[in-house]
T-cell receptor
Framework: NAGVTQTPKFQVLKTGQSMTLQCAQD?????MSWYRQDPGMGLRLIHY???????DQGEVPNGYNVSRSTTEDFPLRLLSAAPSQTSVYFC??????????????FGEGSRLTVL | AQSVTQPDIHITVSEGASLELRCNYS??????LFWYVQSPGQGLQLLLK??????LVQGIKGFEAEFKRSQSSFNLRKPSVHWSDAAEYFC?????????????FGSGTRLSIRP
C-alpha cells in the first residue's frame, strides 16, 4: 500500500521558473491538502480539497495553484517561483466518510529551493 | 477562523521525568483537536485526537491529552519520557463540517531528552 506519494523529493529552481509538485494517494480519500513547513513556523496550510472538482484556500495560498480533477491526484503548481517559497512541502490526505477518524496521512515531503 | 498556539518552542526534560506540552486553540464552536509527532527527517504521525465525548484521550506511545473547553487548551502529557520521544510535536485544530476540513497546525514544540 503506497499511501501518499509525493514527487519530486528534491528540486532546485531559479526565481521566476514554474513547476508542479505531484501528489497521489491510493486510499480513496476525499480530503487532500498541501502544507509548507518552515523552521519555527510549523505547518501552514496552502490549499485543500474535499473532493474532485472542489478546492479552497488555506492560510498561505498566494503564489500557488491547485486543481483536483480526480480523487487520487492533487498537484500543487508554482507559477513564478520566488525565494520566499523555499520550503519543505507536505501533501496530506484523509477520509471523510462515516467512521473515518480525520487522521491526516502525510507524504514524505518535497524539499524545494528557489535561488 | 481557527488558530493554534504552542507557547513553548523548545523543552528539555530528563529521561524518566514527566512531560506536559501546552496547546491553546481559538475556534468558535467545538473543535476537532489533534497531536502529531515528527521525528527528524520524517513525516508526521498522529499521536491522538479529540472529537467529542471523554475529554481525556489516550494515544499511542503512552501519551494522553486533556481537552479543557474553559481554558481552550489541549495539553499533551506523558508520565515518563524515553530518549526515543525526542522529536517535534505539533498540535492541530480542525473545523468545518468534517473532522478533516481545513486542519490548522501550531508552530510546534521541539522536545529534547536529557540522559
Amino acid at each position: 500500500n503506497a499511501g501518499v506519494t509525493q514527487t519530486p523529493k528534491f528540486q532546485v529552481l531559479k526565481t521566476g521558473q514554474s513547476m508542479t509538485l505531484q501528489c497521489a494517494q491510493d486510499m480513496n480519500h476525499e480530503y487532500m491538502s498541501w502544507y509548507r513547513q518552515d523552521p519555527g513556523m510549523g505547518l501552514r496550510l496552502i490549499h485543500y480539497s474535499v473532493g474532485a472538482g472542489i478546492t479552497d484556500q488555506g492560510e498561505v495560498p498566494n503564489g500557488y495553484n491547485v486543481s483536483r480533477s480526480t480523487t487520487e491526484d492533487f498537484p500543487l503548481r508554482l507559477l513564478s517561483a520566488a525565494p520566499s517559497q523555499t520550503s519543505v512541502y507536505f501533501c496530506a490526505s484523509a477520509g471523510l466518510a462515516g467512521g473515518d477518524t480525520g487522521e491526516l496521512f502525510f507524504g514524505e515531503g518535497s524539499r524545494l529551493t528557489v535561488l | 477562523a481557527q488558530s493554534v498556539t504552542q507557547p513553548d518552542i523548545h523543552i528539555t526534560v530528563s529521561e524518566g521525568a514527566s512531560l506536559e506540552l501546552r496547546c491553546n486553540y481559538s475556534y468558535g464552536a467545538t473543535p476537532y483537536l489533534f497531536w502529531y509527532v515528527q521525528s527528524p527527517g520524517q513525516g508526521l504521525q498522529l499521536l491522538l485526537k479529540y472529537f467529542s465525548g471523554d475529554t481525556l484521550v489516550q494515544g499511542i506511545k503512552g501519551f494522553e491529552a486533556e481537552f479543557k473547553r474553559s481554558q481552550s487548551s489541549f495539553n499533551l502529557r506523558k508520565p515518563s519520557v524515553h530518549w526515543s520521544d525526542a522529536a517535534e510535536y505539533f498540535c492541530a485544530v480542525g473545523a468545518g463540517d468534517s473532522s478533516a476540513s481545513k486542519i490548522i497546525f501550531g508552530s510546534g514544540t521541539r522536545l529534547s531528552i536529557r540522559p
